[in-house]
């Protein structure tokens, strides 16, 4: 079992719909010269590659997408010219395990509402796509796909054989979306899918999409998932970000042993890159910093959204800081200690244990005003006396029952102490 929540790249954030062969291979190359060394390892291929006209963020209501006879849907090879001859993903994902690294795809929930229409077979059963659609189970955002049904007979062979397809394209990551919310009314077909999945003879992590995800239903994601997103889309807007510390605190004791709560990804550098090549993220550094240690401490899966291949020297600081990435790792039982307003600013205190001996602790301003924090030691439960190290700038101090520490509004600073 992996204590590591994973880490990688998925095209969503700049490409959305859009991505091509050429760009995902691009990024898995930077990866793998770049970042490899540091853990990162998922390249992730996000919605509608099986839309041949797709073009940004925008899906194309009821477009037409590539399926093979079994119900199935294949890469579009417009867009990925190696899936040509039925060979699928299997030539991308080769190309990507040949780099060290591993290769994950978008699925939606159900069964393509073309295969319905058409009343396409299902691989393994003489069941038909008609014969197993829920047609009342649509996603509220996307028109490609019908629910399946798990009672009827016929629905298990189809999720069986879309794995099946997968596994033979060598798929590590499956991202599962139209489902994480989707409870309880489609938690049958979630957790088929899952058995499906676990029945496939390959090894893949299952994350599932979109949040906000429900608390009450914790349980029952660590059981079928690896992974689950406790928050909608998320974006480069400091609202969302703020919002991000009430659901990480709610979450935070269902992190581990191979199952995370996932607060989305990292929108960082150059992002929606299918609009305008110039597009940046909108977070200040500070934000930026604040984002990638509240992800760490709470051991959210870490999963860069911008085009790797135009990073700046800032956002390749933030994916290779040894020390954040180890708390990433190392970090357990990570908790919020307190949330307080401070001369004026709100400041926010999380904790954790180091695996390999010591602890974490991470300060956060969430105000909008430049303040100065104490921190008790008491308050950490860890002794009177630390010594620390500030993991962004490597600064060392020991401290002897307080720590006084000043954070710039809507900064952080992580430390680890012995």
Known sequence: MN?????????????????????????ADFMAKYLKQYGWEYIVVDIQWSAPNAKNHEYDPFTELCMDE???????????????????????AEYVHSLGLKFGIHIMRGIPRQAVHRN?????????????????SICAWNTDMYGVDPEKDGARAYYD?????????????????????????????????????????REMILSLSPGPALLEKAELYKQVSNMWRITDDFWDKWELLYAMFERAEKWCTHSGGGHWPDADMLPIG??????????????????????????S???SPLMIGGEMTSFDEFTMSLLTNEGILKM??????????????????????????????????????????????KIDLADLEA?????????????????DGAAEIDLPAHGAKAFRFE
Not at 73 to 92: C, D, T, V, W, Y
Not at 282 to 287: A, G, P, S, V
Not at 342 to 353: D, Q, T, V
């Open 297 to 299: 401490i709470f051991r």
């Open 161 to 201: 054989s879309i794995f099946e397809l997968y596994a033979s394209w060598g798929v590590d990551f499956i991202k599962c979306d139209d489902i994480a919310r989707e409870l309880p009314h489609e938690e049958g077909e979630l957790i088929m899918l899952s058995e499906a999945l676990r029945g496939c003879g």
């Open 70 to 92: 079994y119900s199935r849907l294949i890469p579009a090879e417009n867009r990925f010219p190696s899936a040509a001859g039925g060979k699928g993903f299997a030539p991308l």
């Open 3 to 27: 204590n590591t929540s994973p880490m990688g790249w998925n095209s969503w954030d700049c490409y959305g719909a859009a991505v091509t062969e050429d760009i995902v291979r691009q990024n």
């Open 120 to 136: 396409t077979k299902i691989k393994g059963t003489d069941k038909t796509a008609r014969e197993i659609a829920k047609t009342a």
């Open 383 to 399: 002794g009177e006396r630390l010594s620390c190290t500030e993991l962004w700038s490597g600064e060392r101090s020991e401290l």
């Open 328 to 373: 990433h790792k190392n970090a357990r039982h990570s908790h919020q200690v307190w949330r307080r307003v401070i001369g004026g600013s709100e400041f926010i205190l999380w904790a954790a244990a180091d695996s390999e001996g010591g602890g974490y602790f991470a300060v956060f301003n969430a105000g909008e005003n430049d303040g100065c924090v």
């Open 270 to 295: 150059a992002i929606l890159q299918d609009y305008d090549k110039a597009n940046r993220t909108k977070f200040t550094e500070d934000e930026q910093i604040t984002m990638l240690t509240l992800w």
